[in-house]
C-alpha cells in the first residue's frame, strides 16, 4: 500500500489562535469596565458610545463570537485535519473564513457603540451583518464537509459528530431568529411580535448556549484531552448516548427563560421537563471526560494544561446542573432576573469555555511551532489567578443574587413590601459588584500572563506553517472490526447522513414547541384596549431600543405578588401584540417597566434622564444629556409605519403621509406639559420622543394602583 504525503495547514490555526487571545483580551476589557459601570457610574465616561446599555452587548458579543467563536474555530482546524488525515478542502476558504470572521466581530464593535442593535440578546447585530455571519458560516461549512469527504480516516470521531451538530444547529437558529424588515441600512424590525418574538429569541438564546458554547467546546474536549492526557476516551458508548441526547434534549429547554411570563403554560413546562432532563446527557459528557482521566492523575498534577481541562470540566458539570435548578419554577421565581443568572451564565463562560481554551492554547502553540513552552510557571501562575478570579467573580454574583431575589418578594407582618425602593435593594448589593469587578481584573490578569507567555514562546521558534503527515487514501483504509457493522459504527461511514439525521433531532424539538404558537391564533388573546404605538412613541421605543434600556430594565411583571404590589396589574399576552421587537429583558439593574406609563409626571422623566440622581439619590444609571440636545430624526418616521403595517400593525390606510404631522402635535403637547414646571426644550429633541413612549408603557389596560415611591 502506497501512503500519501501531505501538509496539515497550521497558519490557519495559528491565526485563529492569535484572533482568540486578541479578542479575548479585548472583551474581557470591556467587561470590566461595564463590571465597573454597576458601582461606579462616572465609568460610563460621560459620553453616548460607552454607557452601559450600550457596551453590555459589545461585551457579551466579543466574548462570545469572538473569544470563543475564534477558540472554536482554533480547535476544529488543527483536530479536524488531523482526526481526517487530511489538509483542509480548501486554504482559500480558510482565509475567506479568517478574514470574514474578523471584519464580522469588527463590525460589531462599531456599530453596537453607535446604536445600532436589534435588542435580542446574543443576537444584537443587524441585517447587513446578520446576512454577512450566514455567508462566512456556509463558508466554514463548505470548508468543513469538503475536508470530511476527502477524508483519510474511514470513522468519523466522537469530536466531530459535535461539530457537524454544531454547524447545522447554529446555522437553523441564525436563520430563524434574523427574519426581520430592513427599514434602513442599519435599522430593521423583526417580524415577530411579542409573545411570538421571546419565544424564537429564548428559543435561539438559550441554545446559542447549547451550540455554540458547549458543543463545540465538548468536541475539543474529547480531542484535546485524551491528547493532553495520552489516554483513550473513556466510554465509546458513552459518547453516542452523550451525543444524541444531548442535542435532541438541549433544543427543546428555551421556554425556561420565559417562566411565569405571558408565555402559553404549556410552552413553558415543556422547557422545564426538558431542561430537568437535560442533566443526564450533560453530566454524561463531564463523566466522560473526567474517567478519561483514570489513572493519570500524577500526570494532572504535573501538567498545567490538564489542569485548566479539569477546572473547566469542573466547571461545565456545576453550570449543567444549576442550568436545570433554576428551570424549577420555584427556584426561578427567586432568581430569575437577579445577579445569581449572571453568577451561573459566568461559571460556564469562564470555567468552561474560558478555562478549556486556555488549556488548548498552552498544549496547542509549542506543537505547531515545535518547541517548549517559555514558562511552565507563568503558566501555572495564570491558572492559580484565574481560579481565583473565577472565585472572586461568581461568589459575591450568587450572594448578590440570593440578596436582590429575596428583598424584592419580602413583606412586612402588615403585608406591605418591607422594601418598597427598588433602589433601596440595588446599593444593599454595591459591595458585591465592586468583588466581582476585582474578580474580573484577577481573571484578566492571568490572560494577559498568558499572551506575554505564549508570545514568548512563538517568538523563540518558528511556525511550522505546513506540517507534513502521511496517510493511506481512504479506498485502502482496511476494517477489521467487527464493531463496524454496528449501526452507529455505520453511520460514522457516512457524514451527509449523519448531518441530516442530527438536523432531523434538532428540529424536531423546535417545531413542537413553536408552530402551536404560531399557528393557533387563541394562543394569545387578543385586548380591545391595545392600540398601535403613536408615531412619536414608536420613534421614542426607537431611542429606548438604541440606548439599550433593555440591559437592565424588564418590561413584564410577573403573576407574584411582590411583583403586583410593586408594579402593578401583571403583564398579558395581549398587550405586546405590536411590539417589534419584544422587550421583556433578562436582568433587573433598574426597576421593572411596563407599567411606568403615567406614574410619574413628564418633568421626572426628563429630569430622570437629565441626572438620575436628581430623582433617585444613589442611581447608579447613567445620564442621558444627549437626549435634550439630539434632534429627533423624522425623515424615517413614514417608512416605519409602512414597515409596521406590512408587519400586521393596523395603522390606518395612509397614516404614513400624516405621520409625522400626527407626532408634531403629541410632541407640542409633552412641551407645553414641561413648560408648566419651567422646562424649557423644543419638540423636536430625542427626550420628547422617549418621554412620550415611557409614559404609554403599559397603560392599554386597566392597572392595578401600585405601592411604588415616588423616588424610585
Not at 483 to 491: E, G, I, T, Y
Not at 628 to 653: F, H, N
Request: positive net charge.
Amino acid at each position: 500500500m502506497q501512503l500519501e504525503k501531505f501538509t496539515y495547514d497550521n497558519k490557519i490555526v495559528r491565526n485563529f489562535g492569535l484572533a482568540t487571545i486578541i479578542w479575548g483580551i479585548i472583551g474581557m476589557t470591556v467587561g470590566l469596565l461595564v463590571a465597573m459601570q454597576l458601582f461606579k457610574p462616572a465609568m460610563n465616561l460621560g459620553n453616548q458610545y460607552t454607557t452601559f446599555g450600550r457596551i453590555r452587548p459589545l461585551h457579551t458579543n466579543a466574548v462570545i463570537f469572538a473569544f470563543v467563536g475564534n477558540a472554536i474555530f482554533m480547535g476544529v482546524y488543527y483536530s479536524l485535519q488531523r482526526l481526517l488525515k487530511a489538509r483542509m478542502f480548501s486554504d482559500l476558504l480558510s482565509k475567506i473564513h479568517f478574514w470574514g470572521w474578523q471584519l464580522i466581530i469588527v463590525s460589531a464593535v462599531i456599530t453596537l457603540p453607535l446604536g445600532f442593535t436589534t435588542s435580542h440578546e446574543y443576537a444584537e447585530l443587524e441585517w447587513p451583518i446578520d446576512i454577512a455571519i450566514t455567508l462566512i458560516w456556509v463558508v466554514f461549512g463548505i470548508n468543513m464537509f469538503g475536508t470530511i469527504i476527502k477524508r483519510r480516516e474511514r470513522h468519523l470521531y466522537v469530536a466531530i459528530w459535535f461539530y457537524i451538530a454544531t454547524f447545522v444547529t447554529i446555522a437553523v437558529l441564525h436563520i430563524v431568529n434574523s427574519f426581520e424588515l430592513p427599514i434602513s441600512f442599519l435599522k430593521s424590525y423583526y417580524v415577530y411580535a411579542g409573545v411570538q418574538d421571546a419565544l424564537v429569541q429564548w428559543w435561539y438564546g438559550h441554545n446559542a448556549v447549547a451550540f455554540f458554547l458547549t458543543t463545540p467546546y465538548l468536541g475539543m474536549m474529547y480531542y484535546f484531552l485524551p491528547k493532553m492526557a495520552n489516554r483513550p476516551v473513556y466510554s465509546y458508548k458513552l459518547s453516542i448516548l452523550h451525543f444524541w441526547s444531548l442535542i435532541f434534549i438541549y433544543i427543546w429547554a428555551g421556554p425556561h427563560h420565559l417562566l411565569y411570563t405571558s408565555l402559553p403554560g404549556w410552552a413553558q413546562s415543556l422547557g422545564v421537563a426538558f431542561s430537568i432532563m437535560l442533566i443526564a446527557p450533560s453530566w454524561g459528557g463531564m463523566i466522560n471526560g473526567l474517567l478519561t482521566l483514570r489513572g493519570a492523575w500524577d500526570k494532572v498534577r504535573e501538567d498545567v494544561t490538564l489542569k485548566f481541562m479539569v477546572v473547566a470540566l469542573t466547571a461545565y458539570g456545576m453550570a449543567t446542573f444549576e442550568g436545570p435548578l433554576l428551570s424549577l419554577k420555584q427556584i426561578n421565581g427567586v432568581a430569575h432576573f437577579t445577579d445569581w443568572i449572571v453568577a451561573h451564565v459566568h461559571v460556564g463562560a469562564l470555567g468552561w469555555n474560558g478555562f478549556l481554551t486556555f488549556g488548548v492554547l498552552y498544549w496547542l502553540i509549542p506543537r505547531i511551532y515545535k518547541t517548549e513552552l517559555y514558562s511552565k510557571k507563568m503558566a501555572a501562575f495564570h491558572f492559580w489567578i484565574g481560579t481565583l478570579g473565577i472565585l472572586f467573580y461568581a461568589v459575591p454574583m450568587y450572594w448578590a443574587g440570593f440578596t436582590q431575589g429575596l428583598m424584592w418578594k419580602e413583606f412586612t407582618p402588615e403585608g406591605l413590601l418591607k422594601y418598597p425602593n427598588f433602589l433601596t435593594i440595588t446599593l444593599q448589593i454595591i459591595p458585591m459588584h465592586v468583588l466581582r469587578a476585582i474578580g474580573g481584573a484577577l481573571y484578566l490578569a492571568g490572560v494577559i500572563v498568558m499572551t506575554i507567555n505564549l508570545a514568548k514562546t512563538m517568538l523563540r521558534a518558528k511556525l511550522i506553517a505546513n506540517e507534513p503527515a502521511e496517510a493511506m487514501p481512504l479506498e485502502e483504509v482496511i476494517v477489521e472490526d467487527a464493531a463496524d457493522k454496528k449501526w452507529h459504527r455505520k453511520l460514522e461511514r457516512k457524514p451527509i447522513k449523519f448531518m441530516v439525521l442530527a438536523l432531523i433531532v434538532i428540529l424536531i424539538g423546535g417545531m413542537v414547541e413553536m408552530m402551536p404558537t404560531f399557528t393557533i391564533q387563541s394562543n394569545i388573546p387578543t385586548i380591545d384596549s391595545v392600540k398601535p404605538y403613536s408615531a412619536l412613541e414608536l420613534q421614542g421605543r426607537d431611542i429606548y431600543i438604541r440606548e439599550g434600556c433593555v440591559n437592565c430594565h424588564t418590561q413584564t411583571v410577573r403573576p407574584f405578588r411582590s411583583e403586583t404590589e410593586r408594579y402593578g396589574e401583571y403583564s398579558k399576552a395581549g398587550e405586546f401584540v405590536y411590539d417589534h421587537p419584544f422587550l421583556w429583558g433578562s436582568k433587573r439593574t433598574g426597576p421593572d417597566l411596563h407599567r411606568i406609563g403615567g406614574k410619574y409626571s413628564n418633568a421626572w422623566h426628563f429630569n430622570h434622564m437629565l441626572d438620575p440622581t436628581s430623582m433617585s439619590p444613589g442611581s447608579i444609571m447613567p445620564a442621558y444629556q444627549w437626549l435634550i440636545s439630539q434632534k429627533l430624526d423624522t425623515t424615517t418616521t413614514a417608512s416605519k409605519i409602512r414597515a409596521m403595517q406590512s408587519l400586521g400593525v393596523p395603522y390606518k390606510e395612509d397614516y404614513d403621509k400624516i405621520a409625522n404631522a400626527d407626532l408634531k402635535i403629541q410632541a407640542d403637547s409633552v412641551v407645553k406639559n414641561l413648560k408648566q414646571d419651567n422646562i424649557k426644550v423644543t419638540s423636536d429633541k430625542e427626550i420628547i420622543a422617549i418621554i412620550a413612549y415611557l409614559q404609554r408603557m403599559g397603560t392599554d389596560i386597566k392597572a392595578n394602583k401600585s405601592t411604588i415611591p415616588s423616588n424610585q
